[in-house]
């Protein structure tokens, strides 16, 4: 059985940093492209980053000059670091696994088969 369990959200100031994790098991992680994606209250779940198995990555435009992610495939762990935080980043962050890791440089939530529960950022202007 897949899990993914998200930490490192948490309430942070305009201009501020935080890193999400997000570790996995239950799957042959090195294999599974990884995504970030983020919903705010009232609005539809979007995509934020995404990183395929061999390490190529791509962002959403909103948050490409502020955002990295990466993996760490030894620790099974996922990344998101983001940085020149803006309230509209405002939003629960969930971790997201494309466990054929076929389609993950799509971006699209039906790419991802398997889900973390979230963890909430919060951005105070």
């Known amino acids: 059985q897949v899990q993914l369990v998200e930490s490192g959200g948490g309430l942070v100031q305009a201009g501020g940093s935080l890193r999400l994790s997000c570790a996995a098991s239950g799957h042959t992680f090195r294999r599974s492209g990884m995504g970030w994606f983020r919903q705010a209250p009232g609005k539809e779940r979007e995509f934020v980053a995404a990183?395929?198995?061999?390490?190529?990555?791509t962002l959403a435009d909103s948050v490409k000059d502020r955002f990295t992610i990466s993996r760490d495939n030894a620790k099974n762990t996922v990344y998101l670091r983001m940085n020149s935080l803006k309230p509209e980043d405002t939003a629960v962050y969930y971790c997201a696994a494309d466990l054929n890791g076929i389609a993950t440089m799509t971006g699209r939530l039906d790419a991802f088969n398997s889900w973390g529960q979230g963890t909430q950022v919060t951005v105070s202007a």
């Open positions: 990183i395929s198995w061999s390490g190529g990555y």
